[in-house]
Every structure is written in C-alpha cells, then in structure tokens.
C-alpha cells in the first residue's frame, strides 16, 4: 500500500528520537502495548492508555481521535475533545499523556525531513562529545570538564529521576526520595511543599546548566530527565 502520511517519533518509548512511521492503513491506532492488546504503533509508558488515539484516513485526508484516554492528548498544544475528529495538518505536534509521547505528523516526507531538524537515530557521537558525566560513588558531576560536588539533596533527586529514564517521575515519589526524614502528611507523604521542589530543581538546573541536565516538568505530576542524547549525558556507577 502506498504512504499518503508519516509520523515521526520525538519521544516515546521504546523509540528512538526521528522514527519514521509510514502511514498505510485506512485507520492507525496508537496505545501501549499490553498482554492483550497490541496497537499499530505500539509505547510501553504506564500512562499511556491501551487505545490511546486513533488516526483515520477519510478522503485521503488524516484525522486524529482522542479515545477517551486517561491522561488525554493534545494537538499542538490544545486538548483534544475524546471521540471529536480533528483534521491533520503538515507540521502537526501530537503529545500524549502531557508530552510523554510527542509525534510531529507530515503528508510529505521530504518537508517534515527538514523539520525534524539534526538528531539523527543513525548517529552515534563519540566519547569526546559527551558534555555531562556523573559519578554516583563520589556525588560529583563533570560538566564539560568541570568537577561540581552534588549536594544531598541534588544527588538523591538526581537518582530518583535517573532511575526512570524519559519516564515520569511522580511528585510524591520523588518527595519520598529527597525527604526521608521528613514526617509524613496526609497519604503517608513526607510534608514537602512544591515551594521547596521547585527550588530544588531550580538549583540544579542552574548549577549543572538547563541545557545540559534536560529536566521536563509534567505540570500537576512530576519530572522526567531526558536521557536519550548521548551526546548530553555519560552515566558512571
């Protein structure tokens, strides 16, 4: 069957960033994947729902459903409506689940090439281009040569969120995580304001560079640290 649309792949596992998906069939469903189940294009993120979105062609033209999935999708930065058609356009940016799953949909190869821009699957950087290594045993970061000591709190946050790479890291847990010694308040949760979260995260980000330490915020549920670019970050034990 001949392609008449593409989707590639931002983020989403177990994707690599740029995977193209040709579109074939007259209906393309997107979900996780489950004992019972398997979509066309199948994640393996826990919020990602089973029949999470379903592109269907009509007219040779591409139309994105919301199958009413727990954690809803959004169409360039707009929620979508479950069960309401929304017609798809060149350049397009589908997230699933607050951006756990991020897809740019094109009717032309060629065009969306050029708008995925440089990261390619097919590259793999050498050593020497890794900008970021941590050393879990001595608590310290090298950042472009630099040595920079991790404080408590920093390390602990740091490896909860390394522990689950591109995945959501919830705020209770990471609270759990980074806060042990504190009492427990309602739901057995150490009493932790996000106050206090988010000015942990703002140290670190600041201390080990935004651009270095790719630390996404899911408003409402927690972090995720984007690890797939080797060219960022090189992990020692």
């Known amino acids: 069957m001949d392609n008449y649309?593409?989707?590639?792949?931002?983020s989403g596992e177990p994707y690599h960033r740029g995977t193209c998906v040709n579109l074939t069939a007259d209906s393309t469903l997107i979900?996780?994947?489950?004992?019972?189940?398997?979509?066309?294009?199948?994640?393996?993120?826990?919020y990602i729902s089973r029949q999470h979105v379903i592109i269907r062609r009509e007219r040779d033209k591409a139309l994105l459903y919301d199958l009413g999935s727990r954690h809803g999708?959004?169409?360039n930065g707009v929620r979508l409506t479950p069960h309401k058609p929304?017609?798809?356009?060149?350049?397009?940016?589908?997230?699933?689940?607050?951006?756990l799953v991020v897809l740019h949909f094109s009717y032309s190869f060629a065009e969306q090439t050029l708008d995925i821009e440089a990261p390619?699957?097919?590259?793999?950087p050498d050593e020497s281009e890794v900008r970021l290594i941590i050393h879990w045993d001595k608590r310290e970061c090298i950042v472009e040569g630099k040595r920079i000591p991790m404080s408590e709190k920093e390390y602990l946050f740091l490896r909860a969120l390394h522990e689950h790479?591109?995945?959501?890291?919830?705020?209770n847990e990471i609270k759990a995580s980074v806060w042990p010694e504190r009492p427990s308040g309602e739901e057995g949760v150490p009493d932790v304001t996000l106050d206090e979260l988010n000015a942990l995260v703002y140290r670190v980000r600041k201390k080990y560079g935004k651009d270095t330490l790719?630390?996404?915020?899911?408003?409402?549920?927690?972090?995720?640290?984007?690890?797939e670019s080797k060219t960022r970050v090189g992990i020692t034990s």
């Open 214 to 227: 790719l630390i996404n915020a899911v408003r409402g549920s927690g972090y995720i640290l984007e690890t």
């Open 86 to 99: 929304y017609l798809l356009h060149n350049f397009d940016r589908i997230q699933l689940s607050k951006g």
């Open 120 to 124: 390619s699957i097919a590259s793999r």
């Open 5 to 10: 649309a593409y989707l590639y792949i931002i």
């Open 31 to 46: 979900g996780r994947i489950a004992h019972q189940s398997a979509p066309d294009l199948a994640f393996t993120n826990a």
């Open 165 to 171: 790479p591109n995945q959501l890291v919830p705020l």
């Open 73 to 75: 999708t959004e169409l």
